[in-house]
């Protein structure tokens, strides 16, 4: 990790590119097009290298983050999920404790972090959104969160980051509708800062970005730590209650009721086990 002695880290990955320009400005995409950046479980620890790196790098004003191809992050990656050699248990709960450590990183990151949501923000895609600081999302995207339509609790950080910019009651109404919201319902429930064109979108990050990367640099990052401080505190409770609740039922029998009608095209018969 970079120091502030004068160390300059670099950000090599295999999914995730990571490009700053002579203003200060970062750029950090996630990099599976061809899987809509659904998230893989090696994601997590690059992105806690990340935000730990670019927290320490002096040459770095600002983040754009977003994703490559048509969309911004489309949620987990099931497959690769169900690959990974380990208790089914140990799995389900060693992914949402990295989820946890991946959105407090973003979070204690002095720099700012701004979201070009670009395509489908879902599940843990729509977390990463909300967990940045401010986002723009372009009008022909979507963003939402299903766990609980397939028997999850939403501990993906839907319960922890969505209520800080939405208000509770609104987080619960929509987690529990499990609906994904256009982008210009997001921006105007405050899931999202902007809902703008498409076609205008790269542009308008860019001039925002700008704008942060010309400001002075420790009046932008210190204020964001001193809005940040108390509300990591809440959210890592957050997730400490919910996540250990999605573990549950991800083995419930709910849970696999919801994924059999989901595949058969019907309604799920639930009976709270």
Same mark, same amino acid.
């Given at each position: 990790m970079a120091d502030r002695m004068g160390n300059n880290p670099t950000y090599n990955y295999e999914f995730i590119n990571v490009e700053t320009d002579d203003k200060g400005i970062m750029t950090v995409t996630l990099n599976r097009p061809e899987k809509r950046n659904a998230f893989i479980p090696t994601w997590h620890a690059e992105?806690?290298?990340?935000?730990?790196?670019?927290?320490m790098d002096d040459r770095v004003r600002c983040v754009i983050f977003t994703g490559a191809g048509k969309a911004f992050c489309a949620g987990g990656d099931v497959g690769a999920f169900a690959a990974a050699k380990q208790d089914p248990m140990d799995k389900t709960l060693n992914w949402l404790r990295d989820v946890k450590t991946t959105v407090t990183k973003m979070m204690e990151c002095d720099k700012p972090i701004i979201a070009k949501v670009n395509g489908a923000a879902v599940g843990l895609g729509s977390s990463l959104v909300a967990a940045s600081d401010v986002s723009f999302i372009a009008d022909t995207a979507v963003i939402g969160d299903t766990h609980v339509k397939v028997g999850l609790v939403a501990a993906d950080g839907g319960t922890a980051?969505?209520?800080?910019?939405? *208000?509770?009651?609104?987080?619960?109404?929509?987690?529990?509708? *499990? $609906?994904?919201?256009?982008? $210009?319902? @997001? %921006? %105007?429930?405050?899931?999202?800062?902007?809902?703008?064109? @498409?076609? +205008?979108? +790269?542009?308008?990050?860019q001039e925002f970005a700008e704008m942060l990367a010309s400001q002075p640099p420790r009046a932008v990052q210190w204020t964001k730590r %001193?809005?940040?401080?108390?509300?990591?505190?809440?959210?890592?409770?957050n997730f400490d209650t919910a996540v250990p609740l999605e573990v549950i039922? @991800?083995?419930?029998? +709910?849970?696999?009721e919801a994924a059999r009608a989901f595949r058969e095209k019907r309604k799920g018969v639930y009976k709270g086990r």
């Open positions: 992105l806690i290298e990340i935000w730990g790196k670019v927290h980051l969505w209520g800080l910019l939405m *208000g509770v009651n609104r987080q619960k109404e929509y987690l529990w509708r *499990g $609906e994904l919201m256009s982008g $210009e319902k @997001a %921006a %105007a429930l405050g899931l999202c800062n902007h809902c703008v064109p @498409a076609a +205008d979108l +790269d542009r308008t990050v %001193a809005i940040n401080a108390p509300l990591i505190n809440q959210v890592s409770a039922t @991800a083995n419930s029998e +709910d849970h696999v």
